[in-house]
């Protein structure tokens, strides 16, 4: 697996930062009566400084720092920026699992081969953010979800930390036992009072001892946790919607003909899927992504149902045809998909297949 864990950067604030850019160079508290009983929800940078921290009572926090604006959180705001977030994040890596409004799984291993292309997919993952949004975000990458998650919180903001198969243990030894997920505050003191204080301490009790600490299956998913071990994928919708074959190629191309080639290739292997599946589909679908990892799809939708290989690449690379004329550029990987898939019944032999009603641009 490669995974990356992302994490926006103080996020309300940050938000609020570019609503109003007065208050970018002060500290800025979002969260609730300073002269009540609310909390703080997120600090910017500048706050941070003087000790405040998510969580902490906002008195605490004005006692910290007198000076300190605090503005009220406006989560109908903070949706709006999410949601171009991640529909940004899904342009360059398709499939992710969001956790929150500001952070999420990626899956690296779609779209990357090895950890040095996972790294580059990550980079440009936060430059499009950074272009469509102004707003920065923290990315780990690792071959587990938990290492991935304790990798995007060690260079905020805007950081990049990439965790190699073999080097999990390694990089969360010397860390504080209560930053491994899924350690809360009872834990932490067990483990404190005992004199493990670091996950390279609880990765090493041997069963006698975490039993004594940690009795039943928690002690053994944090002890697995603090050894980098964590098998668990991305929790994704399960219902099928789509067939689609892809690849990336093992140098980029330009080749008209080639791309066409492997377009052909591509459609025979969906449609194989299609009649095993006892389906057809509608919706044929051409995806580009280029050199820069930036993605371009193109639909096509029918007025009837089809399942032949011939018809699916005919559309498939008159699309590729269309989106390369809009925009040149050599390719690292191209992809065949059909959606709108009905059962095979439904199947009309009617020969003006041809006629598109409806031209969709992704
Ligand atoms: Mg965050």
């Given at each position: 697996?490669?995974?990356?864990?992302?994490?926006?950067?103080?996020?309300f604030?940050?938000?609020?930062?570019?609503?109003?850019?007065?208050?970018?160079?002060?500290?800025?508290?979002?969260?609730?009566?300073?002269?009540?009983?609310?909390?703080?929800?997120t600090a910017?940078?500048?706050a941070?400084?003087?000790?405040?921290?998510?969580?902490?009572?906002?008195?605490?926090?004005?006692?910290?720092?007198?000076?300190?604006?605090?503005?009220?959180?406006?989560?109908?705001?903070?949706?709006?920026?999410?949601?171009?977030?991640?529909?940004?994040?899904?342009?360059?890596?398709?499939?992710?699992?969001?956790?929150?409004?500001?952070?999420?799984?990626?899956?690296?291993?779609?779209?990357?081969?090895?950890?040095?292309?996972?790294?580059?997919?990550?980079?440009?993952?936060?430059?499009?953010?950074?272009?469509?949004?102004?707003?920065?975000?923290?990315?780990?990458?690792?071959?587990?979800?938990?290492?991935?998650?304790?990798?995007?919180?060690?260079?905020?903001?805007?950081?990049?930390?990439?965790?190699?198969?073999?080097?999990e243990?390694?990089?969360?030894?010397?860390?504080?036992?209560r930053?491994?997920?899924?350690?809360?505050?009872?834990?932490?003191?067990?483990?404190?009072?005992?004199?493990?204080?670091?996950?390279?301490?609880?990765?090493?009790?041997?069963?006698?001892?975490?039993?004594?600490?940690?009795?039943?299956?928690?002690?053994?998913?944090?002890?697995?946790?603090?050894?980098?071990?964590?098998?668990?994928?991305?929790?994704?919708?399960?219902?099928?919607?789509?067939?689609?074959?892809?690849?990336?190629f093992?140098?980029?191309?330009?080749?008209?003909?080639?791309?066409?080639?492997?377009?052909?290739?591509?459609?025979?292997?969906?449609?194989?899927?299609?009649?095993?599946s006892?389906?057809?589909?509608?919706?044929?679908?051409?995806?580009?992504?280029?050199?820069?990892?930036?993605?371009?799809?193109?639909?096509?939708?029918?007025?009837?149902?089809?399942?032949?290989?011939?018809?699916?690449?005919?559309?498939?690379?008159?699309?590729?045809?269309?989106?390369?004329?809009?925009?040149?550029?050599?390719?690292?990987?191209?992809?065949?998909?059909?959606?709108?898939?009905?059962?095979?019944?439904?199947?009309?032999?009617?020969?003006?297949?041809?006629?598109?009603?409806?031209?969709?641009?992704a």
């Open positions: 697996m490669i995974l990356a864990h992302l994490d926006l950067d103080a996020f604030a940050a938000v609020e930062e570019l609503e109003d850019p007065e208050l970018r160079e002060r500290p800025l508290i979002v969260g609730g009566d300073p002269h009540g009983r609310g909390v703080v929800a910017n940078y500048h941070r400084r003087f000790g405040i921290q998510s969580a902490m009572s906002c008195a605490e926090a004005l006692r910290r720092c007198s000076h300190a604006t605090f503005v009220r959180p406006r989560h109908s705001v903070y949706r709006e920026y999410s949601r171009s977030v991640w529909s940004t994040v899904r342009g360059v890596v398709p499939t992710v699992e969001r956790t929150g409004l500001d952070e999420g799984y990626l899956d690296l291993g779609e779209v990357a081969g090895d950890f040095l292309a996972a790294r580059a997919v990550a980079e440009a993952v936060q430059t499009a953010v950074r272009a469509a949004t102004s707003l920065s975000c923290s990315i780990g990458v690792a071959p587990a979800k938990v290492v991935a998650k304790v990798a995007s919180d060690r260079r905020k903001p805007g950081g990049l930390t990439v965790v190699v198969p073999g080097s243990a390694r990089f969360l030894a010397p860390l504080a036992v930053k491994l997920p899924g350690v809360g505050p009872k834990a932490d003191e067990r483990l404190r009072v005992a004199g493990i204080a670091t996950c390279g301490e609880l990765a090493a009790l041997n069963d006698e001892e975490l039993r004594g600490l940690l009795p039943g299956k928690v002690g053994k998913l944090l002890r697995d946790r603090a050894r980098g071990i964590d098998t668990r994928g991305l929790e994704l919708g399960t219902e099928r919607i789509s067939i689609s074959v892809e690849e990336t093992e140098r980029d191309l330009t080749d008209r003909e080639q791309l066409h080639d492997e377009l052909r290739r591509m459609a025979r292997e969906v449609a194989e899927h299609l009649r095993k006892g389906k057809t589909a509608r919706t044929v679908t051409t995806k580009l992504r280029y050199t820069d990892f930036s993605i371009r799809s193109r639909s096509t939708t029918l007025r009837v149902a089809i399942d032949d290989a011939e018809t699916i690449a005919e559309l498939a690379c008159g699309l590729l045809d269309r989106a390369l004329e809009d925009r040149p550029g050599a390719l690292r990987l191209a992809g065949v998909g059909v959606s709108g898939l009905v059962a095979y019944h439904q199947l009309a032999l009617d020969a003006d297949w041809a006629a598109p009603f409806q031209d969709v641009r």
